[in-house]
């Protein structure tokens, strides 16, 4: 699943597994699993990430590698966070295809791309408050609290984090434009990139969703 920061991926990927029974898999996630379980792949990245560097391609692909082998995703899986770049697609379409389909059917997953406006993108961020006791979270345009800046459940000040300062917000949708476009664009030229309103309302973006994967579920 592609999407900017806002777009909804969190939300539509936990229902799109809750819906299929399938694990949503994130490269961060797999990361910290190697690094607290002091696992080979775990204990070398601790040195690099110790080191201020980023974590080589070749490390992440051994983590993503182990990950999809594990048998909860034989049915399928929902990647976020991977492939990045267009280095790591052609990486996963080979690994996918060569490796993890052996001995079924291959079919090389769709890609699904939420678009989001611009400036609703910046209603959703920027207007994000959190509780600083229970964590619920609230948005004083979209979802408001019952009284201005106070949680509905305990009566906490809300606060802003620090990446929902718009300034912030606004270099992250820059980032992400930039970095994704090539990996959009690899998919769109293999014809499986699937573009989703992701304006709607959020049952609806879920029914689109659960309406293009039957489609495509038969390649």
Request: hydrophobic share 35%; with cysteine.
């Amino acid at each position: 699943m592609l999407g900017p920061p806002g777009a909804g991926k969190g939300t539509q990927g936990k229902r799109i597994a809750q819906h299929y029974g399938i694990p949503q898999i994130s490269t961060g996630d797999i990361l910290r699993e190697h690094v607290k379980q002091a696992t080979g792949l775990g204990l070398i990245a601790k040195d690099i990430m110790a080191r201020g560097e980023l974590v080589p391609d070749e490390l992440l692909y051994d983590m993503v590698a182990e990950r999809l082998r594990r048998a909860d995703c034989e049915r399928g899986f929902i990647l976020d966070g991977f492939p990045r770049t267009p280095a790591q697609a052609g990486w996963l379409d080979a690994f996918l295809e060569n490796e993890f389909f052996e001995k079924a059917a291959k079919c090389l997953p769709i890609v699904i791309r939420i678009d989001v406006d611009y400036n609703e993108l910046l209603l959703r961020l920027t207007g994000r408050r959190t509780c600083p006791v229970c964590g619920r979270i609230y948005n004083v345009h979209l979802q408001p609290p019952r009284v201005d800046e106070l949680c509905d459940v305990d009566g906490s000040k809300l606060v802003t984090r620090n990446d929902d300062r718009e300034e912030v917000i606004r270099e992250r949708l820059l980032a992400y434009e930039q970095q994704t476009r090539p990996v959009a664009e690899y998919y769109e030229r293999k014809g499986r990139l699937i573009p989703v309103d992701g304006d709607l309302p959020v049952d609806e973006v879920s029914g689109t969703l659960f309406r293009e994967i039957a489609t495509h579920s038969g390649c």
